[in-house]
């Protein structure tokens, strides 16, 4: 007992250190010679939010007070170069912490190194079907590094696990209280049963949205408007049930087929659902802020090194963030981009993905939903509906690999 209220008394007094407290409340002075009563909060991009003695909360240029305020704020919250708070999070930033314990439950985290001081950023909790390692989180690294995101994973997650739910909530809350979170953005991310969990969290937690290899959702747990980003085997006995879930959200979905099984597929696609969940969110909210412009800046040099590697995909996401209104505010870097989706191959590669989520959702979601059922499965209308699109695709990259995996029976449990 004394032991766990040791750990218990440290983990709090660890989680006090993270990020500097609010000042006390006391009167700053501006250069113009006013006065406001209140307290300092955060300082991000040159701006320290304040708040008033009855709880409003206001922001005020750094420049604008007076020095010895200026001075006494940039020291109290260890502000850098570029006008932000420096992070300090208890833990090192660009390589994996773990395991933490939660309180009997256990997770393994990731600090991207572009996370900023002052912000509060969101999380991505993954839950394996097996059990979470430090090595859980590499696939998720790239995306979050991009997008400024949390990374963790639950040590406990195993399929069939009766307090799987359990576990994940308590290690969110202790992220929650020991790292500056935006608790409005926890996503959720899992693979096969670790997915169906995913699932649960994020419906249980209130969650934003959810990444998924390998399965869909129980019923009754997707939530109208959160985005869902869904990976599939071409030919995984889940595929069914994954497209029959993508159904229920596609206007606020997505889902991508690898050429495999029930396996999690390539790690790039796992990038390329945080970069979309994140872009979903920015052009939901409508909103410039910093963490935008650092997204954005992000994309567009993940786009550049993209085009001399697989230029199919930098088209893809040129045209997609052009047209969605993502990057309204980049459009003319983006254009800058345009001649690769005049690409005939490129072109291709962005209408066999459009073509394939239609595939999922008109052909695939009917099928079996339950073992065995969906066991070594296809059908006439499958083989009929992929040589179809063969016909344009044959050569497509990406695409054909998968129409190729996609007539092939699903894999066995």
């Avoid at 576990?167 to 790292?179: D, P």
Wanted: include cysteine.
């Amino acid at each position: 007992m004394r032991k766990s209220l040791y750990l218990t008394l440290v983990s709090f007094l660890c989680a006090l250190t993270l990020h500097a407290a609010p000042t006390e409340m006391k009167g700053w002075k501006s250069k113009a010679g006013t006065t406001l009563e209140a307290k300092a909060l955060t300082i991000e991009g040159g701006e320290v939010t304040f708040e008033k003695k009855d709880g409003k909360t206001l922001k005020v240029a750094l420049d604008k007070l007076a020095d010895a305020d200026r001075k006494a704020l940039e020291d109290h919250f260890k502000v850098d170069a570029t006008g932000n708070a420096a992070p300090d999070f208890g833990k090192p930033q660009g390589e994996a912490s773990g395991p933490i314990d939660a309180g009997g439950s256990n997770y393994f985290l990731y600090l991207p190194q572009s996370l900023k001081g002052g912000r509060k950023h969101p999380l991505i909790f993954y839950t394996a079907a097996g059990g979470g390692s430090a090595d859980t989180l590499k696939p998720l690294i790239e995306g979050a590094e991009m997008c400024g995101w949390v990374v963790a994973c639950s040590v406990e997650s195993k399929n069939e696990g009766e307090k799987n739910h359990e576990h994940a909530k308590k290690c969110v809350e202790h992220l929650k209280k020991t790292l500056p979170l935006d608790e409005k953005r926890i996503y959720f991310a899992g693979n096969s049963g670790g997915a169906r969990m995913a699932f649960t969290n994020a419906a249980k937690l209130d969650g934003a949205g959810v990444l998924a290899q390998i399965a869909g959702a129980q019923p009754g747990e997707l939530k109208k408007g959160n985005p869902y980003f869904f990976i599939s085997g071409a030919y995984d006995y889940n595929r069914y049930g994954t497209a029959s879930s993508y159904t229920e959200v596609a206007r606020s979905g997505a889902i991508r087929f690898h050429p495999g099984g029930h396996e999690n597929g390539p790690d790039w696609l796992v990038t390329e659902g945080i970069v979309w969940l994140e872009g979903q969110w920015h052009r939901k909210a409508k909103a410039e802020s910093p963490a935008r412009a650092d997204y954005e800046a992000a994309v567009l040099g993940w786009i550049q090194k993209l085009k001399s590697t697989e230029d199919y995909r930098a088209a893809w996401w040129t045209g997609f963030l052009r047209e969605s209104g993502v990057m309204a505010a980049n459009e003319a870097a983006l254009n800058a981009h345009a001649d690769l989706t005049a690409e005939p191959a490129n072109s291709a590669y962005a209408d066999g993905i459009s073509k394939l989520e239609e595939f999922a959702a008109l052909v695939l979601s009917p099928g079996p939903q339950s073992a065995p059922e969906c066991f070594e499965h296809t059908s006439e209308e499958i083989q009929r509906e992929v040589n179809k699109l063969l016909e344009t695709h044959a050569n497509t990259p990406w695409v054909k690999g998968v129409l190729e995996a996609l007539k092939k029976k699903t894999d066995k449990g």
